[in-house]
């Protein structure tokens, strides 16, 4: 799953990302892109909702049951107190869910991008990066994961009731997840044969190991690689395109 040499450079990096098998439209005729990740440390590919400070939580009945009942409260009382304030109101589960974990709610959901570009961004942004890395993952050869922008307004299919792990591309519901090329995976809680529920982290489960590529990346090219972004255009002015975030970017121009 890991490429063994560490990236130095941002050509580096586009050679291992790039590898064959890079987004194309599958055998349904779904688009079935590559998707990135970026993370200033190797950690298990789990979202926010469903991490436990205790790994064996992971299969802890009671906990799971909190984690459902939290992910229903959550989302039912972000749709009543937030659409005054948002930029566009969604008319499906998924963009609820992707809406409330844009303004940081703990959801189901893990974030992704089409641009291998934004996600080195996020892997090396942080002041502290002790081991930075990029997921690739490989939607080509399972385009069935994939939910649809028309599959996305079936209520049989509700993201919150999913027996498998799937992917989908938000709507566009704010200038952030469009600059960003965003994707999610939607995570499901699995159920044993004999009942009992479990999560899994996506790292950890073979047939999406199957699809996923680690590329490590050198915690001492850090600054350079930031500085070659933001020569490229990526720097936060333009992955987050907001005011914070362009006087960020020239803090980050004029103090590196």
């Known amino acids: 799953m890991a490429d063994s040499s560490l990236a130095t450079t941002i050509r580096d990096f586009l050679d291992a990302a790039l590898k064959p098998r890079s ?22 590919l789990l979202p926010r909702l469903f991490r436990p400070d205790d790994p064996n939580d992971l299969n802890d009945a009671t906990r799971i049951s909190q984690v459902i009942d939290n992910e229903n409260r959550l989302l039912k009382q972000f749709k009543n107190d937030s659409p005054y304030l948002l930029p566009s109101v969604p008319n499906n589960e998924w963009d ?18 089409a641009n291998p570009l934004t996600a080195l961004f996020f892997a090396v942004e942080q002041d502290n990066c002790p081991d930075p890395v990029v997921y690739a993952y490989y939607t080509g050869i399972a385009s069935k994961t994939i939910v649809t922008q028309d599959m996305k307004t079936d209520r049989k299919l509700n993201p919150l009731k999913i027996k498998k792990t799937k992917v989908f591309q938000p709507s566009w519901h704010s ?38 590529r680690l ?42």
Not at 23 to 44: D, E, H, M, N
Not at 97 to 111: E, I, V
Not at 241 to 247: A, I, K, M, R
Not at 248 to 255: D, E, L, N, Q, W
């Open 23 to 44: 987004g194309r439209v599958g055998t349904s005729g779904i688009y079935a892109p590559t998707l990135y990740r970026g993370q200033p440390f190797k950690k298990s």
């Open 215 to 256: 590329i490590p990346i050198d915690p001492g090219s850090v600054q350079d690689l930031r500085d070659g972004l933001a020569d490229m255009g990526i720097k936060h002015s333009s992955v987050y395109g907001d005011l914070e975030s362009v006087c960020t970017s020239i803090k980050r121009r004029v103090f590196a």
């Open 175 to 212: 200038v952030r997840v469009a600059l960003q090329a965003g994707w999610h995976t939607a995570h499901a809680i699995y159920a044993r044969k004999d009942g009992r529920k479990y999560m899994r982290p996506l790292d950890e489960m073979e047939t999406h190991r199957q699809r996923l």
């Open 96 to 113: 609820w869910l992707s809406m409330a974990q844009h303004f940081t709610l703990p959801t189901r959901l893990l974030d992704w991008t």
